[in-house]
RNA sequence: GGCCCCUUGGUCAAGAGGUUAAGACGCGACCCUCUCAAGGUCGAAUCAUGGGUUCGAUUCCCGUAGGGGUCACCA
């Protein structure tokens, strides 16, 4: 008893000989940081966390989704931390890019860092490298308590260790007996530290790999796992915390209810609920998400960084994917009813959804970009020309300033080329998804763009010679000088169509289809090949929305003198 | 390799001890049609494997295989 009451005394020595400038104790942070009790029962306090690194990965945007969803839902919170304890890895300008990159998708949280120089709440500083006063705090406190201790050992020590653990097939790892430092007598640990000797902290593990413990992931129901027995570093060199340590002391003050994270973390939980443990503290509800994995081969592995465009965030945004078809298809692999509900709720959206953790699937779903794009077409779809403009606007002014000049140079016009087939009409046309594929559908409305297109790539009626063979040049020629006679500004589309036939049947085309399927040798063409020429001469592409709308919207003299010039290229 | 997670069509997946095993994307065919897109109709395609339990298992249990993740003073 009385060596108890000695080997506690000289734990309080040497955490005050480490930590001399703490005064603070946890106990002052339990009342500097209190618990959220004007949140009401039920509410989940979540967290987006991520790492300054200038990246943001696509599996943190659908987490994003989940910590929102979780917080509107139950009226709780939704913050973002910054975890940036490795300054090697710290890029310049990461925050501002990262809290952009939600607000595309609308998923900025509502409190903690919410933009370059701005931190928004009572539970802050938000960002780790601030916060170190408080690690420091929550260390000293191990180290009275016995549960931290400094090792001395260089990384060339460390891995020394490990070398012969696994030559031996022991466990790798610094814990019981090849934890060196852990086995020194306090004695000693004073003195090494009095005399200046560098270290780092440790944790003092009481596991063992040989127990298990198991916990509720809120996703995946009960999990088994080895009782953690690693003594785990908590502050670095650096004087930083660890990720570990840091995830502890933050989330316990901060208040977090909810940890969301991607399945990745899942190994390292025993760690975590070890040090919630040793700091008295309740630990999270753990939810850990599947990954989004990629084909690679005949396998599937995580989407990489390095290897994989698709794995940032930056990519979706860059490319002009519409936020909401993003989100969309990412709730389609969060939420296994999420589908069902969309397709009896059209009108709605996902923030209507109820989402439910125990619906979340927990195998890594393949990154599907067709049912993506076909998700963003639909919500394309869903716009007016008006905003599909507005959109078009937003992304060309960052991503393709000619583009974004021209469509400018007169608004009106920009807005019913977008409008075309979408407002006012029956059928929506469904062929765009992302804003960068515009301006290559849209080209032939501009002639500045389309001129400069005429003289890259050429004239292309000429290709119909080789589909059709009873199609000339002399027909094509004759085709076109007859239409130029023919055609009547004032048309509407049924008179324009009657006109179309008109000029089709005197040149020898047969104006119906079923007529001409039945009998096409007696005829040098179709009405959908008199169409096809009018259409190249005055678009130069073979598929495009209905002919008439668009020479209504590029109008009489664009379209005269688009079919002469192209009558002079045959 | 240790530990952990996962396994229904090509992909995302619903599903229950007995079902004709939903739906969506993609694919194919046809219809519509001035081309394309869209839309409509139809179609091909799935319970990894072995052993139990059971009258009956794709569903429950155990093993196997396969895939994935993780084993830092990175997060």
Redesign the pocket.
Known sequence: MEMDKEYERKCYELAYLIFPDVDETVDDLEVKYPERNELKVGAIVTRI???P?GFMHTGSLYQAMVHKKLATQTDGVYFLRV????Q??EVAGSIKMYTDELKYFDLLATEGVLGEDKQVGSYGPYI?SQRKDIYRVCAKHLIEKGLAYP?F???EM?DKT?QMQ?AN?I????YGVYAKCRNISIDESIERVKNGE???IRFRSNGS?LR?ISFVDGA??K????END?D??II???G?????F??VCDDHFMRTTHVVR???????TPIHLDLFNAMGFTPPVYV?T??I?I??GN????L?KRKDKESAVSFFIKAGYPAEGVCEYLM???N??Y??WK?KNKEKNYMDFEFKLN?M????????M??????C??EV?KMSGKEVLDKVLVWSKQYSQDFYDILNKDLEYSQKVFGL?RDNAT?????IYKWEDVEETFKYFFDEIYNKELEEKGYIIDSILEEKPTITKEVIKKSLEEYIKAYNENDN?DEW?AR?KEVAQSLGFCT???EYKANPENYIG???????I??MAITN?????????IMQLLGKDKVINRLNTTLSKV
């Open positions: 966390a991520p790492s690194t975890e940036d304890t490795d090697k890895r780790q090792c050992c260089t990384p460390i490990r696994e097939k466990v790798p790892g610094y560098k270290f780092i790999h298990k995946r129901g999990i088994e796992m080895a690693q785990v570093v670095k060199s650096d930083l915390p660890t990720y570990h840091a995830h991607g399945e990745e973390w899942l190994p390292s850990h599947p990954l994995m084909k690679d396998s599937k592995r995580k990489s389609t692999i969060l296994s009813d589908e069902m397709s619906k699937s927990s195998a890594g779903s393949l990154l599907d067709p049912k993506l794009n076909d998700l077409k639909e779809a087939e059928k929506i046309r469904k062929d589309k169509f179309m119906n289809m079923k179709s009405i959908a090949d008199f169409s096809s009018v259409r592409r073979k598929n495009t929305p209905d002919i008439y709308s």
